[in-house]
């Protein structure tokens, strides 16, 4: 049996989506960006909470590592916030100076749809209209969000919209943090990837993708510091980025659709603190402004729909 209830965050509130029988649930605050801040899910044996949120509201305001942020219309950065679309040049706000970055919705007040609670599954759907708030983005577009909790862990699927009478430019991510029990250290990493891109001092992409099978095969990450950007091989329409913390038995899969305008890339960033690792499905890599690559242009009315995820289960790989 599945139930949502809510509770006060400061002056927000969270939403729950939670499995009645496992004490599974997911905590998402719809007036801060559609933020998901706390997930808990179940291997089997026992629930870990694998969503490195943030712990207050204060936390949350400050939005320090955009921690579950969603990444709408661009995702990463934008070099010095410039870039031209149809033969006009653009400047967006550098909110991490000197780039533009993570969209223009991440801490933007949702409304909520609907939401809905049955045997099997609860699921919330949220929406955002943008209206041209920014002369750095001068378009209309809607995003709808919704979250489903069920057996199969949790899942997204975003809709953006162009409400607009003109084309526009989108690309889409979602920011998330996730942990385990060990250090990230101390865990195993595999990712869908073969190709890094390469980026400049200030993390804009060169332009070059080199050969990375690092992780490939399940490897133990270790002191190995990350805040890269690696294409998906797309011979399946799902791919897995799998986190394992062998001591606790436990395997994080972050998944992600592949294919035509789906999520192609995924940025891996460790924060200093290697208390979690960031693993964030994008349509596009940084830069996509500028660089064009895998840029989705939207005709008016047109949709853009896409699917991304969370489970978990017991560890998929053991030390020998």
Same mark, same amino acid.
């Not at 653009?90 to 949702?110: C, D, R, S, W």
């Not at 853009?304 to 489970?311: A, N």
């Given at each position: 049996?599945?139930?949502?209830?809510?509770?006060?965050?400061?002056?927000?509130?969270?939403?729950?989506?939670?499995?009645?029988?496992?004490?599974?649930?997911?905590?998402?605050?719809? /007036?801060? *960006?559609?933020?998901?801040?706390?997930?808990?899910? !179940?291997? &089997?044996?026992?629930?870990?909470? %694998?969503? #490195? +949120?943030?712990?207050?509201?204060?936390?949350?305001?400050?939005?320090?590592?955009?921690?579950?942020?969603?990444?709408?219309?661009?995702?990463?950065?934008?070099?010095?916030?410039?870039?031209?679309?149809?033969?006009?040049?653009?400047?967006?706000?550098?909110?991490?100076?000197?780039?533009?970055?993570?969209?223009?919705?991440?801490?933007?007040?949702?409304?909520?749809?609907?939401?809905?609670?049955?045997?099997?599954?609860?699921?919330?759907?949220?929406?955002?209209?943008?209206?041209?708030?920014?002369?750095?983005?001068?378009?209309?577009?809607?995003?709808?969000?919704?979250?489903?909790?069920? /057996?199969? *862990?949790?899942?997204?699927?975003?809709?953006?919209? !162009?409400? &607009?009478?003109?084309?526009?430019? %989108?690309? #889409? +991510?979602?920011?998330?943090?996730?942990?385990?029990?060990?250090?990230?250290?101390?865990?195993?990493?595999?990712?869908?990837?073969?190709?890094?891109?390469?980026?400049?001092?200030?993390?804009?992409?060169?332009?070059?993708?080199?050969?990375?099978?690092?992780?490939?095969?399940?490897?133990?990450?270790?002191?190995?510091?990350?805040?890269?950007?690696?294409?998906?091989?797309?011979?399946?329409?799902?791919?897995?980025?799998?986190?394992?913390?062998?001591?606790?038995?436990?395997?994080?899969?972050?998944?992600?659709?592949?294919?035509?305008?789906?999520?192609?890339?995924?940025?891996?960033?460790?924060?200093?603190?290697?208390?979690?690792?960031?693993?964030?499905?994008?349509?596009?890599?940084?830069?996509?402004?500028?660089?064009?690559?895998?840029?989705?242009?939207?005709?008016?009315?047109?949709?853009?729909?896409?699917?991304?995820?969370?489970?978990?289960?017991?560890?998929?790989?053991?030390?020998?």
């Amino acid at each position: 049996m599945y139930s949502i209830d809510t509770a006060p965050f400061g002056n927000f509130e969270k939403i729950y989506l939670r499995n009645m029988d496992t004490n599974e649930y997911a905590a998402i605050i719809p /007036q801060f *960006g559609a933020n998901l801040n706390e997930l808990v899910l !179940n291997n &089997g044996i026992q629930s870990f909470a %694998v969503v #490195d +949120g943030d712990t207050t509201p204060h936390e949350l305001i400050l939005n320090a590592a955009f921690k579950s942020a969603k990444l709408t219309p661009f995702p990463n950065r934008i070099n010095q916030g410039k870039y031209s679309f149809n033969d006009k040049d653009y400047q967006l706000m550098t909110n991490m100076p000197p780039h533009a970055i993570h969209g223009l919705v991440f801490n933007k007040e949702f409304s909520v749809v609907s939401q809905t609670a049955t045997v099997s599954e609860a699921s919330i759907v949220l929406h955002y209209q943008y209206r041209a708030e920014t002369t750095g983005y001068p378009f209309n577009f809607d995003v709808e969000l919704r979250f489903l909790l069920s /057996q199969n *862990g949790l899942s997204t699927t975003t809709t953006i919209t !162009n409400t &607009g009478a003109a084309t526009i430019p %989108v690309g #889409d +991510g979602w920011h998330l943090y996730f942990q385990c029990p060990s250090k990230v250290d101390n865990c195993l990493l595999q990712l869908p990837s073969d190709n890094m891109l390469v980026s400049d001092a200030t993390l804009i992409p060169t332009g070059i993708a080199k050969p990375y099978i690092d992780f490939s095969t399940s490897k133990m990450i270790g002191n190995t510091a990350f805040d890269d950007c690696f294409t998906i091989s797309l011979n399946k329409p799902i791919a897995e980025v799998v986190l394992t913390d062998v001591a606790s038995d436990l395997s994080v899969i972050a998944w992600q659709e592949v294919g035509n305008r789906k999520y192609n890339y995924v940025q891996i960033y460790t924060p200093p603190h290697r208390n979690s690792i960031a693993i964030e499905p994008m349509t596009c890599p940084p830069n996509v402004l500028n660089n064009k690559e895998r840029l989705i242009v939207l005709q008016p009315n047109e949709k853009l729909v896409i699917d991304c995820g969370v489970k978990v289960e017991r560890a998929r790989m053991h030390l020998v």
